[in-house]
Nanobody, 121 residues
Framework: QVQLVESGGGSVQAGGSLRLSCAAS????????MGWFRQAPGKEREGVAA???????SYADSVKGRFTISKDNAKNTLYLQMNSLKPEDTAMYYC???????????????WGQGTQVTVSS
């Protein structure tokens, strides 16, 4: 049974930082690509960052230079370090795992339940 459990969300002021974590279990963690997605109220879910099984990373233009995705295969944990947060980063953040990646996008097979990030101005 695949499980992805996010943590680390919260409320911060603009310019602040947060680190999201996603603990994975129930599958061969190192073989999958993984990604962070977010969904703001009234908007579609969008990809934020992805990391492939070989460690290569990709980012949405809106977060490049501010967010860093990483993973610890020994701990089966995915991270998203978010710096210089802006009010427009406010959203529910989801981690996902997938078998297929293409063009820097990880196509999800499994989703976590999400963690809320709120950035105030």
């Amino acid at each position: 049974q695949v499980q992805l459990v996010e943590s680390g969300g919260g409320s911060v002021q603009a310019g602040g930082s947060l680190r999201l974590s996603c603990a994975a279990s129930g599958y061969t963690y190192s073989s999958y690509c993984m990604g962070w997605f977010r969904q703001a109220p009234g908007k579609e879910r969008e990809g934020v960052a992805a990391i492939d099984s070989d460690g290569s990373t990709s980012y949405a233009d809106s977060v490049k230079g501010r967010f860093t995705i990483s993973k610890d295969n020994a701990k089966n944990t995915l991270y998203l370090q978010m710096n210089s947060l802006k009010p427009e980063d406010t959203a529910m953040y989801y981690c996902a795992a997938g078998l297929i990646s293409s063009g820097g996008y990880c196509y999800p097979n499994y989703w976590g339940q999400g963690t809320q990030v709120t950035v105030s101005s």
